[in-house]
């Protein structure tokens, strides 16, 4: 759905300014199209109510758009949902991806308990290890109560790890995933997956950048792939 940023502000009474900063810090589940906002009316709905905020929209405004598909996440916005951590400690998978889960404050305590062991399960199936010291932790499929949006927790390692990788070099950093439908896993995954399979990113990945820098280096790789 398509409307205005001053209506969308309206409907969640907060002034256009924090409106903006809100979606600049990638803090509410919205795009930004030029002067127009595109979300998803249940989902800023549920959103809403989690940060105790109203969201109200008129009559008028809730069928314009009614049969527009929900706008796509930005990876950018997803990787600034995640944060990013450097310097993780841990000697395996397990040490590490407890280290990481723990910081995740997005979720409650049995919400981090139950992706800890979603992320265990699935590496015990297979490695998300895909190469050149990168992996990708990820459940098989959402939490029983995830975020409204996809986050992606980026992890550059204390140190090397072996990780079963399909390359058997070992992990520097995780990209760890988590989105509220499979769907939206999909594309985020497929974002991603463009980005590290440039040899540059993956150099650059190797200097622990700083939170800043990885998010530029991404936004532009996002601008490429939007215009092909």
């Not at 009559?59 to 450097?86: C, W």
């Not at 990708?136 to 072996?162: N, S, W, Y």
């Not at 509220?180 to 594309?187: R, Y």
Request: aromatic share 8%; proline share 7%; charged share 20%.
């Amino acid at each position: 759905m398509k409307l205005s940023m001053k209506k969308i502000a309206g409907a969640l009474d907060l002034p256009v300014s924090t409106l903006a900063r809100w979606i600049r810090q990638g803090r509410i589940p919205v795009q930004r199209s030029g002067s127009d906002v595109l979300f998803s009316p249940a989902a800023l709905e549920k959103w809403a109510a989690t940060h105790n905020l109203s969201f109200t929209l008129n009559e008028d405004q809730a069928k314009v758009g009614t049969n527009a598909p929900a706008p796509y996440d930005s990876l950018v916005s997803a990787m600034k949902r995640g944060d990013v951590y450097h310097r993780l400690a841990g000697n395996d998978p397990h040490g590490v991806l407890q280290t990481a889960v723990d910081r995740f404050a997005i979720l409650s305590s049995d919400g981090r308990q139950e992706l800890f062991q979603k992320l265990i399960a699935r590496e015990q199936l297979a490695s998300t290890g895909i190469g050149n010291g990168i992996a990708i932790p990820h459940p098989r499929e959402p939490l029983c109560h995830p975020p409204d949006a996809p986050v992606i927790t980026t992890c550059f390692l204390e140190r090397p790890i072996a990780y079963k990788a399909i390359d058997d070099k070992p992990v520097f950093v995780l990209f760890i995933l988590i989105s509220p439908t499979v769907k939206l896993h999909l594309h985020m995954l497929s974002r991603l997956s463009y980005c590290i399979r440039d040899r540059d990113f993956v150099e650059f990945l190797a200097t622990h950048p700083q939170a800043a820098d990885l998010y530029s280096r991404v936004d532009a790789f996002e601008k490429q792939l939007d215009d092909l």
